[in-house]
């Protein structure tokens, strides 16, 4: 049952430049620490919760009314929620959708997220936007602003955090969905970085049957398995330290069909020579333009990703820069056509988002298969 706003405690959130945004807690008592980013999504919040690229991360909704049509056990991208902590400005008490078992306070509290209403989610994203993701303390049971504070500051910084070992798998599975009946299946080996659901649903819709290994896995071990294509998946954090995947990448490249996806997709850049950096805030919603450099057709993409490929770093490699992100005209696609491998920083499977860049994973299929590509 839904707590009425006047007998909530107050739940505040700091920031390591001491700025102090004060809330009404409406999920589980704590503390946490995270870097606080804003989300532009006006819907999919359970797929937020849940998407592990959010691992480490402390999100604010820019939307102003979140939780109009509650939650269910369905949508979701992983088996628990991921987010450090979760800000909204109102939560809304009304759950008002057929598939809705409980609203979303009740799933807060009952997932052990500490959240906040009430929150001027304006004025912090604004401040986000200006100074950049920053670290920051999310609490229900301290209310000194200047302990906060220093409890943001002495958290640890994004950069250089190696959070896909946290979220990865421990043990080899098989995605339990049978692949699409639409020519004959293929098997493609997906890297746990941190891999969403809707993923692993996407290529099994598009005739794959999926393998899901842990991150650490041996490029050796892969190949050896004989794979029809591999996927590298997406994930939290910086993809610097994730060493294991940076050379996975760089044994598996060429070998067999390759698709990468937004962590995947900057291990790919890595492994091929090129840098990233962090970016300022970041990407984070279901409306971000994306321009096809091969087609020229604009997609309205899903995002989620602090981190990007300098694509001045890929000079005088073999690679394609495929796709520019409209608003900032940073890298979003990569190719190298004659090694059948091609990575995006955007999520084509959305979940949530549109669902103009879904005809990747049939690309994808096609590669495979030597029908195109």
Same mark, same amino acid.
């Given at each position: 049952?839904?707590?009425?706003?006047?007998?909530?405690?107050?739940?505040?959130?700091?920031?390591?430049?001491? &700025?102090?945004?004060?809330?009404?807690?409406?999920?589980?008592?704590?503390?946490?620490?995270?870097?606080?980013?804003?989300?532009?999504?006006?819907?999919?919040?359970?797929?937020?919760?849940?998407?592990?690229?959010?691992?480490?991360?402390?999100?604010?909704?820019?939307?102003?009314?979140?939780?109009?049509?509650?939650?269910?056990?369905?949508?979701? @991208?992983?088996? &628990?929620?991921?987010?450090?902590?979760?800000?909204?400005?109102?939560?809304?008490?009304?759950?008002?959708?057929?598939?809705?078992?409980?609203?979303?306070?009740?799933?807060?509290?009952?997932?052990?997220?500490?959240?906040?209403?009430?929150?001027?989610?304006?004025? $912090?994203?604004?401040?986000?936007? @200006?100074?950049?993701?920053?670290?920051?303390?999310?609490?229900?049971?301290?209310?000194? =602003?200047?302990? $906060?504070?220093?409890?943001?500051?002495?958290?640890?910084?994004?950069?250089?955090?190696?959070?896909?070992?946290?979220?990865?798998?421990?043990?080899?599975?098989?995605?339990?969905?049978?692949?699409?009946?639409?020519?004959?299946?293929?098997?493609?080996?997906?890297?746990?970085?941190?891999? *969403?659901? &809707?993923?692993?649903?996407?290529?099994?819709? =598009?005739?794959?049957?999926?393998?899901?290994?842990?991150?650490?896995? /041996?490029?050796?071990?892969?190949?050896?398995?004989?794979?029809?294509?591999?996927?590298?998946?997406?994930?939290?954090?910086?993809?610097?330290?994730?060493?294991?995947?940076?050379?996975?990448?760089?044994?598996?490249?060429? *070998?067999?069909?390759?698709?990468?996806?937004?962590?995947?997709?900057?291990?790919?850049?890595?492994?091929?020579?090129?840098?990233?950096? *962090?970016?300022?805030?970041?990407?984070?919603?279901?409306?971000?333009?994306?321009?096809?450099?091969?087609?020229?057709?604009?997609?309205?993409?899903?995002?989620?990703?602090?981190?990007?490929?300098?694509?001045?770093?890929?000079?005088?490699?073999?690679?394609?820069?495929?796709?520019?992100?409209?608003?900032?005209?940073?890298?979003?696609?990569?190719?190298? /056509?004659?090694?059948?491998?091609?990575?995006?920083?955007?999520?084509?499977?959305?979940?949530?988002?549109?669902?103009?860049?879904?005809? $990747?994973?049939?690309?994808?299929?096609?590669?495979?298969?030597?029908?195109?590509?």
């Amino acid at each position: 049952m839904y707590v009425l706003r006047h007998l909530r405690p107050p739940c505040i959130l700091a920031l390591e430049d001491g &700025s102090v945004f004060a809330g009404s807690a409406i999920g589980a008592p704590g503390e946490r620490t995270g870097e606080v980013v804003f989300n532009t999504g006006m819907t999919g919040y359970q797929e937020i919760l849940t998407d592990p690229s959010y691992r480490g991360q402390i999100v604010t909704m820019t939307s102003p009314l979140i939780g109009n049509y509650g939650t269910n056990d369905e949508d979701t @991208e992983s088996g &628990s929620p991921m987010v450090e902590g979760f800000v909204v400005r109102e939560a809304s008490r009304v759950a008002s959708n057929w598939r809705s078992t409980r609203p979303l306070p009740d799933l807060l509290a009952e997932r052990g997220v500490v959240a906040a209403d009430d929150v001027d989610t304006r004025a $912090l994203t604004l401040h986000i936007r @200006e100074k950049g993701a920053m670290r920051a303390c999310i609490s229900t049971e301290d209310t000194d =602003a200047e302990r $906060l504070v220093e409890k943001a500051r002495s958290s640890p910084s994004m950069v250089g955090l190696d959070l896909a070992r946290e979220v990865t798998c421990a043990e080899p599975y098989d995605w339990p969905e049978d692949p699409a009946p639409d020519g004959p299946p293929v098997t493609v080996y997906v890297y746990d970085f941190g891999v *969403k659901r &809707s993923i692993l649903r996407r290529l099994s819709a =598009a005739g794959c049957r999926a393998k899901v290994v842990p991150a650490s896995t /041996p490029a050796e071990a892969v190949l050896a398995a004989g794979p029809d294509g591999v996927v590298f998946s997406n994930g939290p954090g910086d993809p610097g330290p994730v060493e294991c995947g940076i050379s996975a990448a760089r044994q598996i490249v060429g *070998k067999v069909p390759v698709f990468g996806i937004c962590l995947g997709h900057q291990i790919m850049g890595l492994a091929l020579g090129g840098r990233t950096y *962090k970016l300022k805030f970041g990407h984070h919603g279901s409306n971000h333009p994306v321009k096809d450099m091969i087609t020229g057709r604009i997609e309205i993409t899903a995002q989620n990703h602090g981190f990007c490929v300098d694509s001045d770093s890929l000079a005088g490699h073999e690679v394609k820069v495929t796709h520019v992100n409209l608003n900032d005209g940073t890298v979003e696609g990569l190719a190298l /056509p004659e090694a059948r491998a091609f990575s995006v920083q955007f999520h084509p499977e959305a979940g949530p988002g549109p669902h103009d860049a879904r005809g $990747l994973f049939r690309r994808f299929i096609e590669m495979i298969r030597g029908d195109g590509g």
